[in-house]
């Protein structure tokens, strides 16, 4: 290997070096001092300096001839306008959907909370409101502390990280850093400190696809940055350091950690009082994340909004700041999913426990265990109400489940009653509840667990202003994260006997009354009615009534009665009567077996032609998007729907309606839902159950006057829900649920009886459909 060169010898070591021809001298002169040599250390001091000075000069050149010319315009910061995402609301203004390439809520500072603008300055700049946009102290605080090893500290100020967020990379550069310095001292020039404070709080990245504060209180914690608390406040403020690192929904401990340093530097710079820290140090803080920010769970009619718009704008839609106001209202959306999620909990827990979602191994060491147990449920995340758990013990009657927020629950009793069998040795492996089990939990009650799974079986639920079409509610399914198959919009089913009110209502403009005798008798049909093979329709319960009236055959929901009515009135005919309902024809082939709803509908047909029942006989279009607006308040679409009494047509005679309205309210007084006006005290409903063969579907389909509703549930891959599984035990509980919210505060509303309906054996009866005394009996 070749040396160095060496320095070359200074002028005193060459002369040192020859012979000295001089005539030798005895010795110097007393007291004299040797001045050929100088101090080292004032030596090593002077060369520093001077190079130093030599960098310094070149930084300062490279600065103001190379770098300063060719720096970015902060027209940007000046014209702050940063991209917005579409945001979707409820018809009273609650956000339940955001779509955008940045999630964003840009407000002014005066609306940010002061703990939450305290927590930022003391941990990214407690010196902001006073240095000029390069903090030298700061500076010089962390070049100190990093020479003595301690954690490696910046100096970037509030207001360079604004300049590098919106002009530079995050490549650590020296070139990188004077163009910041650059910036800053720029941006310091044009904007006041509260304008720099308030573009930072706006814009900086906080994970979770979170930009700026207000939405990053929205995702974390669920709430409007005003509602923050100073707990929360600490916590978010850890975030712009490194958003992935202490991210609350993925790194809590890591996170909460952070969050009391934040704490502790807020309460050392006077932010807040001894006091205030206790509080915020002990507070319990409910960490949401994404797929969990909305306190409204309205997933599936955001994603119908969103793609409405997508297909009309484009991707425009994601940058605007557009504002959506849907008709969905909160307190029906929240009933409505609350009602779903317990209809199918319900019946998923009288069912067969399926086994664990997952097996992970415990490791001996305690610390190696808890960080398997954290990737487990990071892998099996919370699916809002269910929670994801590890089993650390189980016993044939007691069983300890790890959930977390790292709390321990132990489940004993009918808390395990869904998989008993599955805690004894003889299991099959792949159910038995072991030791690593990934387990579901469901929490029944304050403090209440109970061992739970997640449901096979799907929902859904809509309902209607009756009045205009309005969407008041709408759950596409169990959970939206899981499963983005919108069943209210296109789950196509047979609609089993909720069909039969519109084979009745065809009936009664044929000369049918509620009066009229019907034989609900076994009846053999042969393959030129059917269209494909005889067939031998049966009732549910398998019993037969003989004769017996139209109204208690609906009410009941016979089979055979409907089977006879459809041979009566012709199958052609009710084809075409069922369009005035909004049902395609096509679905809905010309054979007796439609009586039976062996047809296919969605969930939000069906509730488009109940409302014709339950308006007293006019036909509304569903509608969801109320109003848009644009990042200016400016009003860009305001829906105009046709309303009953205004401009809606009229599809069904006046009187043909309130015949059936009366015999569909007979269901809910006597027949297979009395259960409803029992449980909601109140006499204005009506509607029909339905359970399709081999009780693939169950429904309920029923309204008041002013709000229609329809429930259904079932499994994606048709398969029989289980014996003695009806419209009437499934959906109905649904529908009953949500009518309690609905028409809570709605005063119960009598029908006055349209000209031309008469009493005739003790029922409504319609003379001009009824010529010769209409039909009074049909064998």
């Not at 490279?62 to 995402?85: E, Q, R």
């Not at 769970?297 to 504002?323: K, N, P």
């Not at 030129?528 to 009732?539: D, I, L, V």
Request: hydrophobic content about 40%.
């Amino acid at each position: 290997m070749a040396l160095p060169p060496k320095d070359p010898p200074s002028l005193n070591q060459r002369l040192a070096r020859q012979p000295d021809k001089r005539p030798s001298q005895r010795g110097a002169e007393p007291g004299s001092k040797n001045r050929s040599g100088s101090n080292p250390l004032v030596k090593a001091v002077l060369i520093i300096c001077v190079v130093f000075a030599a960098v310094f000069t070149l930084l300062l050149g490279y600065a103001f001839l190379i770098a300063k010319p060719n720096l970015p315009k902060i027209s940007a910061l000046v014209d702050y306008n940063p991209k917005t995402p579409l945001r979707i609301y409820t018809a009273d203004k609650v956000l339940i959907g955001e779509f955008g390439e940045e999630r964003r809520k840009v407000i002014p500072l005066n609306e940010i909370p002061l703990s939450m603008r305290n927590a930022v300055i003391a941990t990214e700049d407690d010196r902001f409101y006073s240095h000029g946009g390069v903090d030298y102290v700061g500076v010089l605080r962390a070049g100190v502390a990093n020479l003595r090893g301690h954690l490696a500290q910046g100096a970037s100020t509030i207001t360079m990280q604004v300049a590098r967020n919106f002009f530079l990379s995050n490549e650590k550069t020296f070139s990188r850093k004077i163009y910041e310095i650059l910036l800053a001292w720029e941006i310091e020039s044009e904007l006041s400190k509260d304008k720099i404070l308030e573009i930072y709080m706006n814009q900086i990245f906080l994970g979770q696809r979170a930009f700026g504060f207000a939405s990053a209180a929205q995702i974390y914690f669920g709430i409007d940055l005003k509602d923050i608390t100073i707990a929360e406040s600490a916590m978010l403020a850890g975030l712009p350091k490194a958003p992935s690192a202490y991210n609350p929904v993925t790194n809590f401990r890591r996170a909460k950690i952070r969050q009391e340093y934040i704490l502790q530097r807020m309460r050392d710079l006077g932010y807040i009082t001894p006091e205030e820290y206790q509080t915020a140090m002990t507070e319990e803080l409910h960490i949401r994340g994404l797929g969990n920010e909305f306190n409204t769970h309205a997933d599936f009619a955001a994603e119908m909004v969103r793609q409405i718009l997508f297909t009309q704008y484009g991707e425009a839609i994601y940058s605007q700041g557009l504002d959506v106001y849907t008709t969905i209202l909160k307190a029906d959306q929240d009933a409505a999913y609350k009602a779903v999620r317990r209809g199918i909990f319900e019946y998923d827990l009288r069912h067969a426990y399926r086994g664990p979602e997952g097996f992970i191994d415990l490791p001996e060491d305690s610390v190696k265990r808890q960080r398997a147990i954290d990737e487990a449920l990071l892998a099996y995340p919370q699916l809002d109400d269910l929670q994801s758990g590890v089993v650390l013990d189980a016993k044939p009657k007691e069983m300890q489940v790890m959930i977390a927020t790292g709390d321990v629950i132990t489940l004993k009793g009918d808390a395990l009653k869904l998989a008993t069998a599955s805690l004894t040795d003889s299991s099959q492996p792949k159910k038995r509840l072991r030791p690593g089990a990934v387990v579901r939990l469901l929490q029944t009650e304050p403090g209440i667990w109970r061992l739970a799974q997640l449901p096979q079986v799907e929902a859904a639920f809509v309902s209607l202003n009756a009045e205009d079409g309005a969407i008041l509610s709408l759950v596409g399914g169990f959970d939206f994260r899981r499963n983005q198959f919108n069943h209210v919009t296109q789950a196509l089913r047979q609609p089993g006997s909720s069909f039969k009110p519109f084979i009745y209502s065809a009936a009664l403009e044929k000369g049918f009354s509620p009066s009229t005798l019907v034989n609900d008798a076994p009846l053999s049909v042969g393959s030129m009615e059917t269209g494909s093979q005889a067939w031998e329709p049966k009732n549910y319960d398998g019993k037969y009534d003989g004769m017996m009236r139209l109204r208690n055959a609906l009410a009941k929901s016979k089979n055979l009665v409907s089977v006879r009515v459809i041979r009566a009135i012709g199958p052609s005919y009710a084809q075409d009567y069922i369009q005035r309902f909004g049902f395609d024809p096509e679905k809905h082939p010309p054979y007796l077996t439609m009586a039976l709803g062996a047809g296919s509908v969605t969930p939000l047909q069906m509730a488009t032609a109940y409302s014709v029942f339950a308006n007293g006989g006019y036909r509304v279009d569903p509608f969801l998007i109320d109003k848009m607006v644009d990042s200016k308040g400016k009003v860009l679409f305001e829906a105009k729907p046709v309303r009953v009494g205004d401009d809606a047509p009229r599809v069904l005679d006046a009187r043909t309606a309130f015949v059936m309205d009366s015999m569909l309210q007979e269901v809910t007084k006597t027949g297979t839902a009395a259960s409803a006006r029992a449980k909601l005290g109140r006499s204005d409903i009506a509607g029909k159950t339905g359970t399709t063969n081999d009780s693939h579907d169950a429904w309920f389909a029923g309204y008041n006057p002013k709000v229609v509703a329809i429930a259904w549930i079932g499994f994606d891959k048709p398969e029989n829900l289980g014996d003695h599984e009806t419209g009437g035990g499934l959906a109905l509980p649904m529908w009953i649920s949500y009518m309690g919210t609905a028409l809570k505060s709605v005063p119960q509303i009598s029908r006055e009886t349209p000209a031309g309906v008469t009493q005739f054996d003790g029922d409504w009866f319609i003379p001009d459909f009824a010529p010769n005394g209409g039909v009074r009996e049909v064998q």
